[in-house]
């Protein structure tokens, strides 16, 4: 099955810097990556997704890229806040193949200003 | 549109015991999947229901177990309780589970074992 692999476990930038997490996963039939944003005490909230169609995606600060060959794909943070800071999942699944979403082990993100 | 709905959303019991742990999806959404969530292990996959079928099960001993019901509602169940077994439970659900569907989570049942 698929085993989804995050660093670093832990993460802190100052206000302002860029912030990038990195996953690599073992399915190579895995087709769909999303990222999770879970604040303290509340739900996980989706972020960004990529398929495996796309290289690139960005959303205004945050920015995830694919790399399918190396099986790796990361999140990119710029002009981190302190509202940024909170619990960041990733995930990767064959959603065609209706597989099951698996979950790295999460980075939490401190942003000091 | 009401989001993912965990009852209840705190409960303590005592090992040896079990329990019964609710999940109402989101209106349409037909798969439901199952997440433990612990310090330092993230979100472990537990099992996947769809249209009342279980479609994944994740490497959980059978003291594990889930249902799915025709309004696509699902439950979890857990036997024997063991301290390890503390923890938030978490479901989420998808709108078919397959193609460009997000999942979409609840706030999860705190379950504390004494």
């Known amino acids: 099955g698929e085993n989804v692999e995050q660093h670093p476990s832990t993460l802190s930038v100052q206000e302002g810097d860029s912030a990038v997490i990195k996953c690599t996963y073992s399915?190579?039939?895995?087709?769909?990556f999303p990222w999770y944003k879970q604040e303290l005490g509340k739900r996980p909230q989706l972020i960004i997704d990529i398929r495996s169609n796309v290289g690139e995606k960005k959303d205004q600060r945050i920015a995830v890229t694919l790399n399918k060959t190396a099986k790796h794909f990361s999140l990119h943070i710029t002009e981190t806040q302190p509202e940024d800071s909170a619990v960041y999942f990733c995930?990767?699944?064959?959603?065609?193949?209706?597989?099951?979403?698996?979950f790295g082990k999460g980075t939490t993100l401190s942003v000091s200003s | 549109k009401a989001g993912v709905t965990q009852t209840p959303r705190y409960l303590i019991k005592t090992r040896g015991q079990q329990v019964t742990l609710s999940c109402s999806p989101i209106?349409?959404?037909?798969?439901v999947s199952w997440y433990q969530q612990t310090p330092g292990q993230g979100l472990q996959f537990l099992f996947e229901?769809?249209?009342?079928?279980?479609?994944n099960k994740g490497n959980f001993p059978g003291r594990f177990s889930g249902r799915q019901f025709s309004n696509s509602r699902s439950e979890m169940n857990v036997s024997t309780l063991e301290l390890g077994d503390s923890a938030l439970y978490l479901c989420?659900?998808?709108?078919?589970?397959?193609?460009?569907?997000?999942?979409?989570f609840g706030d999860g049942t705190r379950l504390s074992i004494l």
């Open positions: 209106s349409g959404h037909r798969s």
């Open positions: 989420a659900s998808s709108l078919d589970g397959a193609g460009n569907q997000p999942q979409h």
């Open positions: 995930a990767a699944s064959n959603r065609q193949a209706g597989t099951a979403l698996i």
């Open positions: 229901y769809f249209s009342e079928t279980q479609r």
């Open positions: 399915d190579s039939a895995s087709n769909y």
